[in-house]
């Protein structure tokens, strides 16, 4: 018998199908152990050791295999194709040699990139061992992250209250998020005016044909983008077109190529799944995942795609074969190159020069597959699939023509430019999506040729301004992260995520907003840690890490040297004040908590006192704005509040669709909403959590009062499924049944399929709304188990006594044993809550009640040998009742 070990049940089954009797297919379930999130798990003073520890939901998935391996003849680890699939192998043989489980059976490590009979069979014929670099590389990437994260967000709960954790990766990702901001609050508009003209030519055509130019050249100079800078210049200009006669003065044509973008890499997926499809990073890559570990497909379970981790843009011989012949057979031989098309990554050590991201058959059609999959599926499969075919598809040929039409004196000019496409080549079946970018394509210009006579029939002024940089969306901030080599493919979804659940940011329409906690917490490391948060750094210790799995670098050297530099940076914050900590922060962010008031007056001064000067301060619970004159003084506010906050009049943002009613933003006791029209009683909407009123128009507005939104018919009970906003948060609701939604976007764009999936995973965890568990943090010495739980009012720890709430800002997964156990201390020594009391008297109450049952039904006996005294407690303690029932007995 051979045990076969991957990482995911789902796959686990489909291979097993594939292999038969000989073999004991058993999942790992991702990772068995980890670092302990405590302090000591990893030792620079004793050369890097590290303790690993075993998660307690694997201890039953490690008993499988150990009892299976006892008697088997061979151990094959089939984790994924990746670093972290690598160390999970290397995780599961360590843990069997420790428990000496491995006996006489033979080790084998097999890799297949995608899961298909014949990648499985072919990958168990040709095994190697463990890949020692690629080891190293993923303890030394483990080794930085834990360091960094245990020993830098320390120091920033002791110096900045209320931040959460900070880790490697995501701090600098933060930064960019937060320098865009800071980019858009500085940048000044400037005016600009174009001036364009409908131009009349009479070319070799016996009719003249119209087309529009722009002005480009006046006084016989070329004209910068802010050369018109005002309506008076903008005037002269049209003047001095009307006063002149023009000739076609220069016609260029010539033929341009466009050729298909490569097969999606992990990156690419992900950014054209937003921009196509609407998906998150983290959404795109679930699907992705269920994707490649297999879909039943008329009763075969087969991978759909090959492995979603990749750098990697080059295809397999037989695959690039099948997808030219798939391009043929469906638009004919003249759309196929008379070469396959090779391409090369741009990124160095592309991840482990993996395959790129494509179907496992090309014959598997969107078309033929859709009904095997849901709807979220069949549109990523489409995406991938369609890309794949292109990248083997011919180049796209247009040609691009530019008309200049000038005065007889030369003195001014006008240009035409246009693209028409010749042969659509691959763009028949994809064009590549472009964020922040439109479509280059123009139309046909008319065939005229030089020195023919030109009239303008019309001129266009038009008055511009210029505008910031936009804000990151998901595709943009994943291109940023992989331009600057920060990062890895497998670590995008992560890093997104991570900022959004530690509150750092918000999604906005799709772009990202730095809340203040994330500009604060940005603002102390570029001051403090500087070094440690550039762009350069970052992405020269990932080329490092590169170069461990390359087997160039030794591990252990890569963190000496960053440790040594680290921990000195660290140990320059023990005697930092946290009055030095405030005058920082109030000098980088101040310009935002304080923006310039209308009037002119200092945005600084207290409205309570008068005299008392405004700023940031640190408290318990996090950042605030406060006065100087305190305690005399104890004028306070939230960042985010202006001082006047809900004295503001109604913004009119418009008329509501189809009615004369106005949509007004307000502020009212609970926060900024909006509202329908003027009647007694008027629609509202409270604007979701971490929205920015300022930036809410009459568009949004319309989504948030037409809620809640019918997202569709469930496919079982034929009722609607609706999504709304509530108490906690945005949530699809059906048949009395709720369910939590990520974000508030999702509430205006979440599909039927999706609502059905989250809505059955509720169900699937007994649908409680109450409290589960993030994290097992370990046992104390009596042997109690101390777990951290997201609760209905937050993140709290608890010993199953004790219930001790996470310091908002704080993240509860960075929470150690240590700090859970003071926490619960502490909430101890304050004794029950008013709530918890009140419960307490109650339960005690129903105990002695129930006591007092117990004891007269066993002294029941007794009591009838002693009638007259039975009798007087009766009377005297219901004495009017008993006076009702013998007056009732007597009548």
């Known amino acids: 018998m051979n045990v076969l070990v991957v990482e995911s049940p789902a796959k686990a089954k489909t291979i097993n199908k594939y292999l038969g009797p000989g073999y004991k297919v058993l999942a790992s379930f991702g990772h068995i152990r980890d670092l302990p999130a405590k302090d000591g798990s990893v030792r620079p003073d004793e050369d890097f050791a590290m303790d690993w520890h075993v998660d307690e939901r694997a201890q ?15 151990l094959i680890l089939a984790t994924d194709p990746d670093r972290e699939g690598e160390a999970i192998s290397w995780h599961v043989l360590e843990v069997l040699k420790q428990k000496k489980a491995l006996g006489k059976a033979s080790v084998e490590r097999v890799t297949f990139n995608a899961i298909t009979k014949n990648a499985v069979l072919e990958a168990i014929a040709n095994p190697r061992q463990i890949n020692g670099e690629l080891v190293d590389a993923y303890l030394a990437r483990r080794a930085l992250d834990y360091l960094v994260g245990f020993t830098l967000s320390p120091v920033l709960w002791r110096k900045l209250p209320g931040a959460r954790s900070a880790g490697r990766v995501q701090s600098v990702a933060l930064r960019l998020v937060v320098d865009r901001e800071l980019e858009i609050e500085k940048f000044k508009s400037d005016e600009y005016w174009t001036v364009d003209a409908n131009v009349l030519a009479y070319g070799e055509d016996a009719a003249p044909t119209p087309f529009t130019a722009r002005l480009t050249h006046l006084a016989g100079k070329k004209l910068d983008k802010l050369g018109i800078g005002n309506e008076a210049d903008a005037k002269a ?13 220069a016609v260029e044509s010539k033929p341009v190529k466009r050729h298909p973008a490569p097969p999606f890499i992990t990156s690419t997926l992900q950014q054209e799944a937003s921009r196509k499809l609407g998906f998150s990073a983290k959404r795109t890559m679930q699907i992705a995942q269920h994707l490649y ?6 009763g075969e379970t087969v991978g759909l795609i090959t492995y979603m981790r990749t750098d990697g843009v080059t295809m397999d011989g037989s695959a690039i074969q099948e997808a030219r012949a798939m391009a043929g057979e469906r638009y004919g031989a003249k ?6 098309r090779q391409y090369t990554s741009k990124a160095k050590n592309a991840q482990e020069a993996h395959e790129a991201i494509r179907p496992t058959s090309f014959h598997r059609t969107p078309e033929s597959v859709a009904k095997y999959l849901d709807a979220e599926q069949a549109k990523l499969y489409e995406l991938i699939w369609k890309r794949a075919i292109a990248s083997q598809m011919e180049s796209a040929e247009m040609e691009r023509t530019t008309v200049d039409v000038v005065s007889q004196d030369g003195q001014v000019t006008l240009r035409a430019t246009g693209s028409v496409v010749l042969f659509d080549g691959f763009l028949t079946l994809y064009q ?4 922040d970018e439109a479509d280059e394509d123009g139309n046909r210009l008319p065939r005229v040729a030089v020195g023919n ?3 303008i029939e019309k001129t266009l002024p038009e008055q511009h301004f210029t505008e910031p940089p936009p804000r990151y969306s998901e595709a943009s901030l994943v291109r940023k992260l992989e331009e600057l080599g920060i ?4 670590t995008y979804a992560s890093i997104l995520s991570v900022l959004r659940e530690r509150a750092y940011v918000r999604l906005e329409r799709g772009r990202f907003i730095p809340e203040d906690k994330g500009r604060i917490v940005t603002a102390f490391l570029t001051n403090f840690f ?3 948060v550039e762009y350069d750094f970052t992405a020269d210790l990932e080329e490092k890490l590169d170069e461990v799995s390359a087997g160039s670098l030794n591990w252990k050297k890569l963190l000496e040297d960053f440790w040594r530099d680290f921990s000195a940076a660290i140990g320059d914050t023990k005697d930092l004040k946290i009055s030095q900590v405030i005058d920082a922060l109030n000098e980088v962010i101040g310009p935002h908590i304080f923006p310039p008031q209308p009037d002119g007056t200092d945005p600084r001064v207290c409205p309570t006192c008068g005299t008392g000067k405004l700023s940031l301060k640190l408290g318990r619970f996090g950042s605030f704005v406060g006065c100087s004159n305190y305690p005399e003084c104890r004028y306070t506010r939230q960042l985010g509040q202006t001082n006047g906050e809900g004295a503001a009049e109604p913004k009119v943002l418009g008329k509501f669709p189809g009615t004369e009613e106005d949509v007004s933003l307000r502020s009212g006791r609970f926060g900024p909403y909006v509202q329908l029209g003027e009647a007694d009683k008027p629609k509202r909407a409270g604007l979701p959590k971490g929205t920015d009123a300022t930036s809410v128009t009459l568009d949004y507005a319309v989504k948030l009062l037409s809620l809640p939104r019918e997202v569709g018919i469930h496919p079982e009970t034929q009722k609607p499924i609706t999504a709304n906003f509530g108490r906690f948060g945005p949530y699809v609701a059906h048949d009395g049944a709720y369910a939590s939604l990520e974000t508030p976007d999702d509430v205006f764009t979440i599909g039927l399929n999706h609502a059905v999936t989250i809505l059955a995973e509720k169900k699937a965890r007994g649908g409680r709304r109450g409290a589960e568990a993030l994290k097992e943090l370990g046992n104390t010495a009596e042997g109690v188990a101390i777990k951290v739980m997201k609760g209905r009012y937050g993140p709290y720890v608890t010993d199953g006594t004790t219930n001790a709430t996470i310091p908002n800002g704080s993240d509860p997964n960075a929470v150690t044993l240590e700090q859970a156990l003071t926490l619960i201390a502490e909430r101890a020594a304050k004794g029950p809550s008013p709530k918890q009391k009140k419960k307490a008297e109650k339960a005690a109450k129903a105990a002695a009640k129930k006591a007092e049952a117990e004891a007269k039904k066993t002294a029941k006996p007794k009591a009838e040998a002693k009638k007259p005294a039975a009798k007087k407690k009766t009377v005297k303690k219901k004495a009017a009742p008993k006076k009702k029932s013998v007056k009732a007995a007597a009548e």
């Not at 039953?60 to 061979?74: G, H, P, Y």
């Not at 003047?239 to 000739?247: E, P, V």
């Not at 759309?335 to 396959?340: E, F, G, I, L, S």
């Open 60 to 74: 039953k998935r490690i008993k499988d295999i150990v009892d299976a391996v006892k008697t088997a003849d061979k």
């Open 237 to 249: 200009a049209v003047d001095a077109i009307k006063s002149r006669k023009f000739t076609i003065g």
């Open 293 to 298: 570990e297999g879909v039943d497909v008329g």
């Open 335 to 340: 759309y196929v190159p008379h070469a396959p």
């Open 432 to 435: 590549e999506g472009h964020d």
């Open 453 to 455: 006579p030109a009239t």
């Open 487 to 490: 990062g890895r493919p497998s």
């Open 530 to 532: 500087t070094h440690y």
